[in-house]
């Protein structure tokens, strides 16, 4: 009776733990969540969720983010639509997701010995500043750390069991974990290296069920094995891990100082506090690879017979093994190792805490272990929870609304980088502000050369420039303000911290400054790019006549994007409907900044749909691209239908004029350049004279003084003339 009694107090005191857990994780979990920023890992999940229907969301959704897959993005989707069509709203879904993982941890701990094991997991695991920071996020991370501890949950059931149904949980759960993550192969091979090897059982349990688990993993394989990635070069976010950071990668992934996933905010915080954390951080680290260690010798030492002996190994297995093969994995093939790719790892290690309190027979020591452990989970949680963790694009966007409240027209705003620059936009509450991007420091300098020019219709007398530091790194650049130090140009500077430090620097107008008076080089491709964005940045946010100047520039100095911008350019100056041209000429951008065909065809067909003579445009471009490839065969086909189909189109004849004077075949060329003359109502006439140079009189040095004539007087003409007289006079002499 007495023992009755006990045990029903006990039952109650660990459900009564059990809730308690359960709440402060959420509570932990809800706090500021509303605080941080859309940031680009969100960004990336949330920019086709108005799709249209499920199918077209789950085929764009890799488009900037190629290694995504499905499942998460599935629940994602149908959440928003179904749901709650808001950002708070699917953040608080993957908290949803990350709290039920505490349940499973509980269920875990009493397969392995006790419930207490699975309490302090879950303790751990609701205090974890890492799995907070995921818990908070749009991202599949969450899902993956669940199905998870599923995972392992059912395949523990199917080593002790031989029960059909439990091997059918079991590849459901892990069909779905392989569809989560590109990486969860890792969770499966592991699972398998472990059937085979470790538990005693009969041939059903180490020989069928882990056939079963690898048949289900072949077209998940196949399907991770034809994404198109990002190049190396392009991946700069990845790089080998230092030893230090590998083993808290390995043994401590909630030191925050040690395995860049989230920050300290130092800011916020007394300077002493922060001071503690390489201390804290290495004593987590060094009490984590001993619990492990003395979990190894505890494997060895327990008779093989004693099933606990084959589940604390698949534990260690788990804690080794995922991140040691994606660091050998980054040697010998390509960076692809990064914290969050084995953040479930951590729970495994949770359980082996766990394991060590609750089986040792010297209490008083693991107890203090014990109290060690959660003190130092508080202070890693403490010291990241002032925020913000991630890249502060709301306190950005908030602070230049702000500023430009006032202003009847707003200043522009330029952003380092395009997809940073689409991750601020929207964040951005006021649409009236123009918002474009440089790619590189030479790009922002003829941006500034641009806009400064008193007498332009684009003048601005403040320009805007948020810069964006790589991850952890200080902000600002110091090659950024030595050129503007250098030319005089008055500026200022306000700081937005988070995981990638925001600086915004405000750019002033002065009539003082050097850089202004410069000759501008308006033939930068990279600055083209720029402007194609500037224009349709300015007509989104009503600034047309700033737009109309800029479209008149380049229809006088770029037949391509005469072609491209005619259309919007009738619309704007008629005061016609523009927004089907816009939107096509969105679309179109976006299919130039695909990186994989079948994304660049969907949207040049949205794009055509929208405003059919940009087809046009696109086979010139198509055309001379191939060109430019080296296939001249082709390129020249191509050419040759543009001609045939539109007869009175000059750019076309200037590409094969442009092909057969590269080749040496004048004759040739010359008829496709006199054919300009007399195309699109004799826009090319002032051409004659520089033909007639080439051609006729063969004077080398008189045409090329015409080239530059016509050059320094805003004329179109094509480039390649200035190399191919300077190749001819230098043969001459």
């Not at 733990?17 to 706090?31: D, E, H, P």
């Not at 879950?122 to 818990?135: K, N, T, V």
């Not at 949770?350 to 989970?377: Q, R």
């Not at 689409?422 to 806009?451: A, C, G, H, M, W």
């Amino acid at each position: 009776m007495e023992s009755t009694i006990r045990g029903k107090e006990s039952n109650f005191r660990t459900f009564v733990y059990s809730i308690l857990i359960v709440f402060l994780a959420i509570g932990l979990r809800v706090y500021r969540i509303s605080d941080e920023s859309v940031w680009w890992d969100e960004y990336s999940s949330l920019m086709h969720i108005h799709a249209s229907s499920l199918r077209e969301f789950l085929f764009l959704n890799p488009l900037y983010d190629p290694a995504t897959m499905p499942v998460y993005y599935v629940l994602e989707y149908l959440f928003w639509h179904y749901v709650s069509s808001t950002v708070i709203g699917l953040r608080l879904f993957s908290l949803l997701i990350s709290v039920a993982v505490i349940p499973i941890l509980f269920l875990l701990g009493k397969r392995l010995y006790s419930i207490r094991i699975g309490l302090l997991a879950g303790l751990l695991f609701a205090l974890s500043p890492i799995h907070r920071f995921f818990a908070q996020g749009i991202r599949m991370y969450v899902l993956l750390t669940f199905l998870f501890v599923l995972s392992i949950y059912f395949l523990i059931l199917c080593s002790e069991e031989s029960k059909k149904r439990y091997l059918i949980f079991l590849s459901v759960v892990n069909l779905l974990l392989l569809w989560t993550h590109p990486f969860a192969i890792i969770i499966v091979a592991v699972e398998m290296i472990w059937m085979f090897f470790i538990p005693k059982g009969d041939r059903y349990k180490r020989y069928f069920i882990p056939i079963v688990q690898i048949v289900i993993s072949i077209p998940s394989i196949i399907y991770v094995m034809k994404i198109k990635y990002y190049s190396p070069e392009q991946s700069t976010w990845f790089h080998l891990p230092k030893i230090y950071e590998l083993l808290g990668d390995i043994f401590a992934d909630d030191a925050v100082g040690m395995t860049y996933q989230v920050r300290i905010v130092k800011e916020a915080l007394p300077g002493w506090l922060v001071n503690l954390h390489p201390f804290v951080d290495f004593l987590l680290l060094i009490i984590s690879m001993m619990v492990v260690f003395i979990c190894c010798v505890y494997v060895v030492r327990i008779t093989r017979k004693d099933e606990l002996n084959s589940k604390i190994t698949l534990l260690i297995l788990f804690v080794l093994i995922p991140p040691l093969f994606l660091y050998i994995l980054s040697v010998l093939w390509r960076p692809c190792i990064f914290p969050r790719y084995t953040l479930y790892s951590s729970l495994a290690l949770y359980l082996l805490y766990g394991y060590l309190i609750e089986l040792d027979k010297n209490k008083y020591l693991y107890k203090i272990l014990l109290c060690i452990l959660i003190g130092i989970f508080c202070y890693q949680l403490y010291i990241t929870l002032p925020g913000p963790q991630r890249t502060n694009w709301q306190k950005t966007a908030q602070f230049l609304e702000k500023q430009q409240l006032t202003e009847m027209f707003r200043s522009p705003v330029f952003v380092y980088h395009a997809i940073n620059s689409d991750v601020f936009t929207y964040n951005l509450k006021d649409k009236r502000i123009p918002v474009s991007f440089v790619e590189n420091i030479d790009t922002l300098k003829l941006v500034v050369q641009e806009l400064f020019q008193e007498e332009s219709k684009c003048f601005a007398n403040k320009i805007w420039f948020v810069y964006v530091s790589f991850y952890f790194d200080t902000p600002g650049s110091t090659e950024i303000e030595k050129l503007l130090m250098d030319n005089k140009v008055d500026y200022k500077t306000y700081d937005f911290l988070g995981i990638e430090p925001i600086r915004v620097y405000e750019i002033l107008f002065n009539e003082n400054n050097n850089m202004f008076f410069e000759e501008r080089d308006k033939e930068n491709e990279s600055f083209k790019f720029v402007v194609s964005d500037l224009i349709l940045s300015n007509v989104e946010t009503g600034h047309r006549e700033c737009a109309i100047q800029l479209i008149e520039e380049w229809m006088n100095k770029d037949p391509l994007k005469k072609l491209q911008y005619q259309n919007l350019y009738r619309a704007l100056k008629n005061n016609e409907d523009i927004s089907n041209y816009l939107s096509s000429l969105r679309y179109y951008q976006i299919s130039q900044r695909s990186i994989g065909p079948k994304y660049k065809e969907f949207f040049l067909k949205k794009a055509i749909q929208l405003d059919k003579d940009l087809e046009l445009a696109y086979l010139c471009f198509d055309a001379i691209m191939t060109s430019v490839d080296g296939n001249i065969e082709l390129a020249v086909e191509k050419l040759q239908h543009i001609v045939k189909i539109y007869p009175d189109l000059a750019l076309p004849r200037i590409a094969l004029g442009v092909i057969s004077l590269s080749q040496n075949r004048e004759e040739e060329s010359q008829q496709w350049f006199y054919s300009v003359l007399t195309c699109e109502e004799g826009t090319y006439r002032l051409w004659k004279d520089l033909l007639d140079y080439i051609f006729i009189e063969k004077d080398y040095q008189k045409a090329l003084g015409e080239y530059y004539i016509l050059k320094k007087r805003d004329v179109f003409v094509e480039d390649f003339f200035e190399e191919y007289l300077i190749a001819k006079l230098r043969n001459k002499n």
